[in-house]
């Protein structure tokens, strides 16, 4: 039904860069906002981007200036650009889609790793 599939996660080392995508079906992608997630262990779940459907973005402070969520419609994808990445930044990052007044779909999630 409902599905969201992060990819791209991997080790790398800091200062490097990595690009998430997060496939969308299930749904209608166009008319809801997307976004980026992220949960290190033993820590709650943190917001990292998002993206309306009408390209607006909102990131944490943390990852302003170094990462970048885009969205592709023809592609029913949403991507998180990740730039100079810093070991703060290792956690398992989620793809999240949200309707007003829906319950919001999750995937299951990739592990970013950033250490020497």
């Known amino acids: 039904q409902v599905q969201l599939v992060e990819s791209g996660g991997g080790l790398v080392q800091p200062g490097g860069s990595l690009r998430l995508s997060c496939a969308a079906s299930?749904?209608?992608?166009?008319?809801?906002?997307m976004g980026w997630y992220r949960q290190a262990p033993g820590k709650q779940r943190e917001l990292v981007a998002t993206?309306?459907?009408?390209?607006?973005?909102n990131y944490a402070d943390s990852v302003k200036g170094r990462f970048t969520i885009s969205r592709d419609s023809a592609k029913d994808t949403v991507y998180l650009q990740m730039n100079s990445l810093k070991p703060e930044d290792t956690a398992v990052y989620y793809c999240?889609?949200?309707?007003?007044?829906?319950?919001?779909?999750w995937g299951q999630g990739t592990q970013v790793t950033v250490s020497s």
């Open positions: 299930g749904f209608i992608f166009s008319i809801y906002v």
């Open positions: 993206i309306t459907s009408g390209g607006s973005t």
């Open positions: 999240n889609a949200q309707r007003t007044f829906r319950t919001a779909y």
